[in-house]
């Protein structure tokens, strides 16, 4: 393991309340990715970014914002908007060579609110 | 809608039996497929991509254009294959951005 970190580990909020979860990669990638993971629904993508100082929102945006002020990090802030914080986020970042595509992950962060 | 379905969310099966987990997608052009692995306590990580016609830990995947499946097979599961795998298509022209199904978990039972 290795290469892309994310912290904490686990985080507890109360409703009302902005967090942000950090990803830090120091794997050389252009391109990092956050998602959700829920119970039975896989992976949800949250935001993504391809290259620093630029990012995309993905399927489920609504209630979360991102940075990418620097090419390792890209850090997810879960605002009060969100209305159904509490679940598993995961981070990724990937590399993509001609044919060659591979997203590497993170071990996540669990958030609860309380 | 591009989506991926897996439409068994727990496969049970006893050590030595085949195991084969499903998964379909919807999208008309040509995705590049993946299977990812999630085992206890570690990293999701890539088990397979069709691209490569590979087989890891004895499992192997057949693109079937025709069907749009990409099914995950293994004629002998073992208990270490016990995981959570998700089927996950992307497309380039989309940021290379990766769909994921819902996910199956496998049990192998001794």
């Known amino acids: 393991d290795g290469g892309i970190t994310q912290s904490p580990k686990y985080l507890f909020r109360k409703e009302g309340q902005n967090v942000t979860l950090s990803c830090e990669q120091n794997l050389n990638h252009d391109a990092m990715y956050w998602y959700r993971q829920d119970p039975g629904q896989g992976l949800r993508l949250i935001y993504y970014s391809q290259i620093v100082n630029d990012f995309q929102k993905g399927d489920i945006a609504e209630g979360y914002s991102v940075s990418r002020e620097k090419k390792e990090s890209f850090p997810l802030t879960v605002t009060s908007a969100q209305k159904n914080p509490t679940a598993f986020y995961l981070c990724?970042?990937?590399?993509?060579?001609?044919?060659?595509?591979?997203?590497?992950f993170g071990p996540g962060t669990r958030l609860t609110v309380l | 809608a591009q989506r991926v379905t897996q439409p068994e969310k727990l496969l049970s099966v006893f050590k030595g039996a085949p195991v084969e987990l499903k998964c379909n997608y919807s999208?008309?052009?040509?995705?590049?497929l993946f299977w990812y692995v999630q085992y206890s306590r570690q990293r999701l990580q890539l088990l397979l991509r069709?691209?490569s016609r590979e087989s890891i830990k004895g499992f192997t995947a057949d693109l079937n254009k025709g069907e749009t499946s990409f099914h995950l097979k293994k004629p002998f599961a073992q208990e270490e294959d016990s995981a959570m795998y998700y089927c996950a298509f992307l497309i380039k022209a989309a940021g290379n951005k990766l769909t994921f199904g819902g996910g199956t978990r496998v049990l192998v039972k001794p």
């Open positions: 990724a970042s990937s590399i993509s060579r001609g044919w060659y595509n591979e997203q590497f």
């Open positions: 069709h691209i």
């Open positions: 999208y008309s052009g040509s995705p590049e």
